[in-house]
Each structure stands twice: as C-alpha cells, then as structure tokens.
C-alpha cells in the first residue's frame, strides 16, 4: 500500500497561486481537468485539481522510486514536467459509483479536507478519508450516526479535546470504510466500528498536525492471524 498527500497551499490565494494551479491543470488527464473546470474558482477547486495531479503522480511512477510522504504542488509538477502529455487514465466505476482504474491492477481512493488531498493505492480495495479536526458542533451528528457503543465511549470522555478526537478517529473509519465498499456515508455511519474489524482493519495517521486520516481494507480470509494493519 501506498499512501500519498499533497498540500495545496501553494495554490491557496494571490496572483501566483492561480498561474501555479493554470500550469496545474495542464498535467490532468482529460477527465480530472473537465471535472475541475467544472468547479468555482475556490478551496475546492485546488483540491480537485490536486486530486487529480496525485493521480497522474501514481500513472506515470515506474520502478520503485519513493516519494516524501506529505508533498508540495511544486514537487509534483517537477515530477511531471518531462512528460509530453498527461498520463490517459481510463476509470471504471463499482458500487454506488466508486471510481477506480479500470487499466491497470491497482486499486485507489481519494479523499480531500482543509488544505491536503490524500490518495492510498493498493493491488487490493482500499479505501481512505482525511479529516481537518474542527470543534464538534452538531449533536445530532453523533446521535444518528454513531451506534450506542460508540456514544458511550464519546460520553466517558475526559474533555472536549479528548471527545473531538475520538469523534474524529470513528468518523474517518466510517468514511473510509464507506469509499471502500462503495456503499456510501449514509449506510456506513450507522454501523458500529467495533464491530467491523472482524472484516476490515484500518491503518491511522494524525499527520498533518490538525488532520485524522485512516485507510481500510479487507481483511485477508487465508491467513487469520496476519497482522495485515497494526495500529
């Protein structure tokens, strides 16, 4: 498994943030380029047009080059810029139209929060969520989407900052878990994470500073005692 993330801060505001996104957009593939354009000049533009660009980072790797594992617009597009044309990605799309190379045996997933876009790769489903970790406003949040273990185990917490992290931590495997089997948010967040992890298991990262990612997979059925995810 490969985990990449890329901050587009260099892309956030003033004159030389749009040139370095206008440049940006050249890289996409035809597809990731119309579905940038499509978006308002904004946050959430940068973040398609950085999705878009990690993915032409993982088409066009060869051999076994490593990359630094939080990059920068700018190391990226040096990355690129001996290429004639964006690599043609071909996409297919799964269950509830999870989107997925349909050329290549590799399976990824994308997800963007605040200033950093994350993308895991795997030759097996996978599935990721970055989150930017912001004060937990919405009870009703909690109350419809997290199962009663859960709650609980929010309830007992010590402190505020103590509850908005472990908020967080069940809240990316949810959402990873969902863009791994493609059922979606809404059927995921009513399940209690405890007990998936007889099926799946997640890898969690608290880089960068603010941020709560988690990446899932299934777990290999062949070998059972495999530690396949640790903590």
Known sequence: MKLYLLSIEEMSGGAEAERLCGWAMGYLDAHRAQKAG????????????????????????????EYPFCLQVSDVLRSLEHRDAPVDIVYRYGAGGKPDFADRALHFSLSHSGQYVCCAVDEAQIGADIQQMRSIKSRKL???????????????????????????????RKESYAKL???????????????????????????????????????????????????
């Open 142 to 172: 909690v109350e419809r989407r997290f199962s009663e273990n859960e709650r609980t185990a929010l309830e007992a917490c010590e402190n505020d900052a103590e509850r908005e992290r472990l908020f967080y931590r069940i809240w990316v």
């Open 38 to 65: 499509r978006i308002r000049a904004g946050n959430a533009r940068m973040l398609s047009v950085g999705a878009g660009l990690l993915l032409q980072l993982i088409g066009a790797e060869s051999g076994d080059r």
């Open 181 to 231: 089997t493609g059922e979606g948010i809404a059927v995921a967040a009513g399940l209690d994470t405890g007990e998936l992890e007889q099926s799946v298991c997640w890898r969690e990262y608290t880089l960068p500073e603010g941020y709560f990612m988690a990446v899932c997979q299934y777990r290999p059925q062949e070998r059972e005692d495999q530690v396949v995810c640790p903590e």
